[in-house]
């Protein structure tokens, strides 16, 4: 018996989810209207019903025209609020911010940027079974709201639909909506710590092995440009972006220092390879800490060897989305 | 999960909030506490008071069970002294209270909001004047801003109010709507009633009984004639008819009150005649007798008509009753008399009262025709030396004696007393009647005020071809209570208004502010007529108004389109709904000059600003060079330049005029 009742209810969960896709499409911002705003009375509201009935019925039975006065008051007030629920979502704009950096396993954080033509209370954010985000008050200018997502998987990740609830002025309906911000972001695999794979490298090295791979400050390579210290040598400096308006900057330079690490895929002893994804992740972190260059070869992809942040997060993304064994 | 959490901890600001509307909610009840409660009560809100200051924590789940059922135990030892209504209510209040010390999350605010509003409810049920429905409605609105001060957190109570309030306000039309075209029901059940001390004439009559009422400045009943009112002699309200007398006071006599017990109603089939037509909004007494002029009919619902030619209602008057009178005063009441009844109304208490004996006696010898009997005996009590009196000298076991022949002072129930006894003594059938003589007329709103001050006892004989006759000994001593009303005659009484100091009668005597009692007596009554009294009768009247013959379609378009518009202005109210207008009337007014021009063939380029657009204008169209290049000049300094605000005022004026005069010119080339 509880089989079929299951499918009828994923049936149901589908077909509601589909219809929410055509009718609010994804999209980095949104603006909430009569389209995408749902209004149902609360439990609370149910007994606020409840209540104006009864009140009908003393009245009548009292023939006292005040009490049946006092529950058309109530009814009334029912209504008034459907209007003020409404209001404090209609117009409410939402915008995705890209998200911060994140591993699996970590609490994702996305931003989302709300505003309002007129001022609304206490919206309530929230993306399925994570903690919800209260926000006391909406005005003109944009309030960004951290909205956490808890996640376990590496790889693109798209939350849920967002909803966004409110339940202003009186708790008699709570009006709410589910929206795609289409802030899909890419999570970083989760980093295990393993010496193991550097140090195998290390051992073909008989020069210091740490410092294999990484710059050292020299007169070689021109590294870039950096704001220029008072009281550095005037030799340094930048001239042409000075002259340019730029101002005062420094040259610097490097020199490399023995060959660039690789990593790869295959050099791991772990079988599982997420467990060597994971420990891959970990050594592009500790080899950008340390400001090596160092490359990533994934069977035929190939990142050149080079270092910084962009060299991290490029590395660190193609790591995230390889795909895994297991899935389809 | 959502955890449970911050959206459910009660701000500090509600917490302020909770200890006004504790307060509002339950003061107007005060009449309905007993000792016991109000204790619990005020701890409650000691304790609450304490948890907002910080001084106490929460009250242990112990306490707080314990303290329920002590109270709940009381209650219900004490609820067959109270009532039931009054113990329930009681009950009630009660779990407000206590709910209100243990409450830790929203969910228990709204549950203390919800049972607040039905607490105002049953204010209402004991509370009707127009003064406290203002009252209870500003409580509404309080109880209301708790609920929002649950979505605002820190701001100002002030605030909270102001939204609280307003949503009253937008909500106030739509229920007026519904209160004007949502059909009456009649009572689905009976419900418990109030416990409270009748008020108004009793159905027992002794020699100190009518006095009390003319102490009292309290309303008995307002009635409202179509046409013109008759005079103030003719006004003789009965209420109860008085015919067993045991020497020391008058009752019911034991056949009509069963009939008022087996609420059997007879038809008044001879009436006939002119009749007078009157609706009577009569206050609560919490007793049945209704009053009605001379033969009185009514086919208001639960109203019954009794053999004596009086109006009764089925139910106990517990709220203000407003029901509508045919009487017949050309009618003759009974032309022929039941033995029975004929009896009931010829017996005397048995050695009681000698010298009135002996003294009827010497009448009846003297005078042998009925009528001569009567007359000479009304006569005598001008003739001789009788006083009227509100506090008459004491009387023994022969009160009649008494008064009659030592005393010789008293009010009228002496008077009627002495009547009827000496009437049967000479063997003509004779009763007492007590109901309210007379009126006070507001002309404001045309109606008639009868307070309890003006209760009054006369007699009714029975005379053959005449049937029963009203004789009142009263006005033959004292007939300017009759004629003028009471008012006049009493003014100067001790006793007048004794328990009533502050009554505002008392204002009669300077003309401004008795017309100002008038005024505001009159909006109670149109209170009591149009929102107290609005029945299904009445609602069906003002719709007829409305919208002419009534149909189901007519009503159905009627709410829908009042629906729409109530909507539509709580949205724009709300500031939901934005009609968008170019605010820049100067731009546009420009704009559509140069639109006009477009038409006539002189187009503007993008590049081209206002000076050069009216060089181009000057050159194409010279007959509106002249006005145009005025109008740019205009414009220029209104965009451009910085005005002083008078100055931008009247050369805006002089702008709009310019720029119809020239659109007007273009239309005609």
């Not at chain 1, 330079?253 to 420990?279: C, M, V, Y």
């Not at chain 2, 609280?164 to 007026?176: T, V």
């Not at chain 2, 009547?419 to 109606?447: H, S």
């Not at chain 2, 009503?555 to 629906?563: D, N, P, Q, R, T």
Request: positive net charge; hydrophobic residues 40%; contains cysteine.
């Amino acid at each position: 018996m509880s089989r079929p009742s299951h499918s009828t209810k994923n049936k149901i969960t589908l077909w509601w989810s589909r219809w929410l896709a055509r009718r609010l499409p994804p999209s980095q911002t949104v603006t909430l209207a009569h389209k995408s705003i749902f209004i149902l009375p609360t439990g609370f509201g149910l007994l606020w019903i409840g209540l104006c009935l009864l009140l009908f019925l003393l009245g009548t039975n009292y023939q006292n025209n005040l009490v049946i006065g006092l529950s058309f008051l109530l009814i009334s007030l029912f209504n008034t609020c459907i209007i003020y629920s409404y209001k404090n979502l209609a117009g409410l704009t939402m915008s995705s911010i890209p998200p911060p950096q994140a591993y699996a396993g970590e609490t994702l954080v996305f931003p989302i940027a709300l505003s309002s033509r007129h001022v609304q209370y206490e919206v309530l954010l929230s993306y399925p079974n994570n903690q919800t985000n209260v926000i006391n008050t909406i005005e003109k200018e944009p309030k960004t709201s951290l909205v956490s997502y808890k996640n376990q998987h590496r790889g693109r990740i798209s939350p849920a639909r967002i909803k966004v609830e409110s339940r202003y002025p009186l708790g008699l309906c709570r009006t709410w909506s589910h929206i795609d911000l289409d802030n899909q972001m890419i999570v970083f695999a989760h980093p295990i710590e393993s010496h193991s794979e550097l140090s195998s490298l290390e051992s073909d090295d008989i020069t210091n092995p740490s410092d294999r791979g990484s710059h050292v400050p020299g007169v070689d390579e021109f590294k870039g440009l950096r704001q220029h210290i008072f009281g550095e040598s005037l030799r340094q400096v930048a001239w042409k972006q000075l002259a340019q308006g730029r101002g005062m900057l420094s040259k610097e330079f490097q020199q490399p220092q023995g060959q660039p690490i690789w990593l790869t895929l295959d050099n791991l002893t772990a079988k599982d390879i997420e467990e060597r994804i994971s420990k891959l992740t970990w050594s592009v972190d500790r080899l950008s800490e340390r400001g090596q260059i160092f490359g990533l070869a994934i069977g035929q992809h190939k990142i050149t060897p080079s270092q910084g942040e962009q060299h991290r997060v490029h590395c660190l993304q193609t790591l995230a989305l390889i795909p895994s064994r297991r899935t389809d | 999960m959502t955890t449970p959490n911050q959206q459910e901890i009660i701000s500090r600001h509600s917490l302020m909030w909770l200890l006004i509307i504790n307060i509002s909610v339950l003061l107007p009840l005060y009449d309905k506490f007993t000792p016991w409660t109000m204790a619990i009560c005020a701890i409650c809100l000691v304790w609450r008071y304490g948890i907002f200051i910080g001084k106490v924590a929460k009250p242990p789940r112990l306490l707080v069970t314990i303290l329920a059922l002590a109270s709940a135990l009381t209650l219900a030892l004490v609820t067959s002294q109270i009532g039931l209504l009054n113990g329930l209510m009681n009950l009630l209040i009660l779990g407000y209270a206590l709910k209100y010390i243990e409450m830790k999350d929203r969910r228990d605010v709204r549950i203390v909001v919800l049972v607040g509003y039905f607490l105002i409810a049953m204010t209402l049920i004991g509370q009707q004047s127009i003064y406290y429905s203002l009252l209870l409605t500003i409580i509404v609105a309080i109880n209301t801003c708790v609920l929002v001060s649950l979505y605002r957190e820190d701001v100002k109570i002030n605030e909270t109010a102001k939204i609280g309030f307003l949503l009253i306000l937008q909500s106030l039309p739509l229920a007026l709507l519904l209160f004007l075209v949502f059909p009456r029901l009649p009572p689905l059940w009976l419900m418990p009633q109030l416990k409270t001390d009748q008020t108004g004439i009793s159905d027992e009559v002794s020699f100190g009984e009518i006095q009390r009422l003319t102490r009292s400045a309290a309303l008995a009943f307002r009635v409202n004639f179509e046409g013109a009112p008759p005079a103030n002699n003719k006004l003789y309200w009965r209420a109860l008819v008085l015919e067993d007398y045991d020497g020391n006071k008058w009752t019911q006599n034991d056949s009509i009150k069963l009939l008022e017990l087996k609420k059997q109603s007879v038809s008044q089939a001879s009436s006939k005649g002119l009749s007078v037509n009157y609706t009577v909004i009569a206050e609560k007494s919490y007793q049945n007798w209704l009053f009605g002029l001379d033969v009185a009919t009514s086919d208001t619902e639960n109203i019954m008509q009794l053999p004596d030619y009086r109006l009764y209602s089925s139910k106990i008057l517990t709220q203000k009753f407003q029901y509508k009178v045919k009487s017949y005063p050309s009618t003759l009441m009974d032309i022929e008399l039941d033995h029975d009844i004929k009896k009931i109304n010829l017996e005397l208490p048995q050695n009681k009262n000698p010298q009135t004996l002996a003294l009827a006696k010497s009448y009846l010898r003297q005078f042998p025709k009925p009528e001569d009997r009567l007359s000479a005996i009304m006569s005598s009590f001008s003739q001789q030396a009788y006083f009227y009196t509100l506090t008459p000298p004491s009387v023994g076991p022969n009160q009649i004696d008494d008064f009659l022949l030592e005393n010789k002072a008293g009010f009228c129930v002496h008077y009627a007393s002495a009547l009827v006894f000496m009437a049967r003594a000479t063997g003509i059938p004779a009763r007492m009647v007590t109901g309210y003589q007379g009126g006070e007329w507001n002309k404001n709103a045309n109606y008639l005020s009868i307070y309890q001050y003006m209760a009054h006892a006369w007699t009714e004989v029975w005379l053959e071809g005449k049937g029963w006759v009203r004789l009142d000994p009263t006005a033959m001593i004292a007939p300017e209570r009759v004629i003028e009303g009471f008012d006049a005659y009493f003014q100067g009484q001790d006793s007048y208004l004794l328990d009533s100091p502050f009554s505002a009668l008392r204002l009669k005597d300077y003309p401004l502010l008795n017309e100002l009692r008038l005024s505001l007596a009159s909006i109670d009554y149109y209170w009591s007529v149009w929102v107290l009294g609005f029945d299904s009768n009445k609602q069906e009247q003002v719709l007829q108004k409305l919208m002419g013959k009534i149909t189901r379609e007519k009503l159905a378009v009627f709410m829908l389109s009042s629906l729409a518009c109530i909507i539509l202005l709580i949205a724009y109210s709300a500031g939901l709904l934005h009609f968008s207008r170019n605010k820049d009337k100067i731009s546009s007014a420009y704009l559509r000059v140069c639109k006009l021009l477009d038409r006539k063939g002189v187009s503007r380029s993008l590049d081209q600003g206002p000076v050069d657009f009216c060089h181009t204008v000057e050159s194409q169209l010279p007959s509106i060079a002249k006005e145009f290049s005025q109008l740019t000049q205009y414009y220029i300094a209104l965009k451009y330049r910085t005005l002083t605000p008078n100055g931008r005022k009247s050369t805006t004026k002089l702008f709009i005029r310019l720029s119809r005069q020239i659109k007007l010119k273009l239309i005609k080339l």
